[in-house]
């Protein structure tokens, strides 16, 4: 039974470590891995998430030329909840959409990003969260909101959820991002990802009261510790780890190649500016699928929060300003290695995720879309910084696609 500490951390998230006495088990039945050490001295925090310029359906710094197709309108409730703003997603095209839930600016059960908070002097308001990895083959269409052509939702959004507001005063609210889509009652990620920018508005904020809605908090306090990875999880995290790295290593390969139309597909450019970041990343990934105990990340192999299974089908999260990640129990249910060109496996998930990790490469990666037609059509800029333009273009190696 493997135990876990509870450590400080200067943000409000407590900082958990592996309990060295449980770690042979851990290695147990790995000489088949012979020079490489594949299980970080890595437990979940659950934490900020990317402020800057990230996830689809909110973020980013940099502003997204908005799509024609989707109008969002923010203004304030009339609920009584400062904090509380109102986004009305209007369908201005011509089609039918089906638009994710999860992950986005829709998503009202998963502690995430939905809209983006600045101070007076336009300094980002932490976000405290989590960034879900979603499985696209399993999707449902639960999982989506329909909207048809012409028709408006609106949506409640507690900006004090998941933002960290140190000190009370006037803020200002932006809805920012890109967000996956489906044609009519599909649910794959068929079309391009749309891009949005709301009209920005001002509310006022208690930060005292505001703390008390905080959902990140409630979820930080859990300090009944079970036990760790099984025999089953740790075997499947070690194999992850050590494929995770030769894949990499491969990509960065392939990425390094000038005359790779295979780089090109994937990232939209042949410069070597985009080339040499590519390259430098994934070698960064590798290097860091191939330690236990030097790495600069954080593995959980279970989901100690319990945020898995709140909604969508989640491979795992991260949280990348504190370098860790959780692989939920879908993740074991991928096969280890790539089984078909453009499919989710263990190895390239664990590309996917270490990509989000901001002490691996700076700055991390976002999820800006998902599967192989969004991503590549995704503007160069926008895929050099997508973790599923990384994953796919790893299986791509890999599978010679």
Not at 363 to 380: E, R
Request: net charge negative; with cysteine.
């Amino acid at each position: 039974m493997c135990a876990l500490a509870i450590g400080r951390q200067d943000s409000i998230f407590k900082d958990l470590t592996i309990d060295r006495s449980c770690l042979s088990d851990i290695y147990k039945d790995t000489t088949h891995f012979a020079g490489l050490s594949m299980l970080w001295q890595k437990v979940f925090v659950l934490s900020a998430l990317a402020i800057a310029d990230a996830h689809p359906g909110t973020h980013g710094i940099r502003l997204n030329k908005r799509d024609s197709r989707l109008e969002v309108t923010l203004e304030p409730s009339t609920s009584g909840t400062p904090t509380e703003v109102i986004a009305t997603i209007k369908n201005n095209g011509a089609n039918d959409l089906n638009l994710l839930k999860v992950g986005t600016i829709l998503d009202d059960k998963l502690p995430v990003q939905r809209v983006v908070v600045t101070d007076q002097s336009g300094g980002l308001v932490s976000f405290r969260g989590i960034e879900p990895s979603i499985q696209y083959d399993a999707l449902r269409p639960n999982h989506f909101q329909f909207l048809s052509a012409g028709e408006s939702i609106a949506v409640a959004i507690d900006v004090a959820n998941v933002h960290y507001f140190e000190k009370s005063g006037r803020f200002s609210v932006i809805a920012d991002g890109l967000i996956p889509v489906g044609l009519a009652s599909s649910t794959s990620f068929d079309q391009p990802a749309i891009a949005f920018k709301s009209n920005a508005i001002n509310i006022d904020v208690d930060a005292v009261a505001a703390s008390r809605l905080m959902v990140a908090p409630a979820l930080a306090e859990r300090t009944n510790v079970q036990a760790g990875c099984n025999e089953t999880t740790s075997d499947a995290s070690l194999k992850a780890l050590a494929n995770c790295q030769v894949l990499a290593l491969a990509a960065a390969a392939d990425a390094a190649d000038p005359s790779s139309k295979r780089f090109v597909e994937y990232f939209g450019t042949n410069s070597s500016e985009t080339r040499n970041i590519v390259v430098t990343r994934l070698r960064n990934v590798a290097q860091e699928c191939s330690t236990t105990n030097s790495g600069v990340s954080r593995y959980f192999c279970y989901d100690y929060y319990g945020v898995c299974e709140i909604d969508g089908p989640l491979n795992a999260y991260t949280a990348w300003d504190v370098n860790t990640m959780v692989m939920c129990p879908l993740f074991y249910g991928l096969p280890p290695l790539p089984q078909g060109c453009h499919r989710q496996c263990q190895a390239t998930t664990t590309i996917h995720e270490t990509t989000h990790c901001e002490a691996v490469y700076e700055p991390h990666t976002n999820d800006y879309a998902y599967a192989y037609n969004a991503s590549v059509a995704l503007p160069p800029e926008r895929a050099l910084q997508n973790a599923d333009n990384y994953s796919l273009y790893a299986n791509a190696v890999y599978m010679s696609c």
